[in-house]
Nanobody
Framework: QVQLVESGGGLVQPGGSLRLSCAAS????????MGWYRQAPGKQRELVAA???????NYADSVKGRFTISRDNAKNTVYLQMNSLKPEDTAVYYC???????????????WGQGTQVTVSS
């Protein structure tokens, strides 16, 4: 079994910054891509940023230049540095990891429980 635990959400004023972390643990053989998604009330879950095991990244257009995704492969952890936050960034942020568990033959997608980010004055 694989678990993802997020941390770092909270309330921040517009223009402020937050850093999210997501640590994967359990019976992990390898992790391929890791990413952050978000879901605002009444909206579909959307990709915010993703990073491969080799460090290649991609971002949603709405966060390019403001958010930075990174990962520490030795710690099975992915980060999301969020700067210049806007009220429209308010959402529950979910961590995702494409993981091959020990003893498994195929990777599968695992999700964290989500962390609330609220941008408001």
């Amino acid at each position: 079994q694989v678990q993802l635990v997020e941390s770092g959400g909270g309330l921040v004023q517009p223009g402020g910054s937050l850093r999210l972390s997501c640590a994967a643990s359990g019976s992990i053989f390898s992790i391929n891509a890791m990413g952050w998604y978000r879901q605002a009330p009444g909206k579909q879950r959307e990709l915010v940023a993703a990073i491969t095991s080799g460090g290649s990244t991609n971002y949603a257009d709405s966060v390019k230049g403001r958010f930075t995704i990174s990962r520490d492969n030795a710690k099975n952890t992915v980060y999301l540095q969020m700067n210049s936050l806007k009220p429209e960034d308010t959402a529950v942020y979910y961590c995702n990891a494409d993981t091959l568990a020990s003893g498994s033959s195929l990777p599968r997608s695992y999700w964290g429980q989500g962390t609330q980010v609220t941008v408001s004055s």
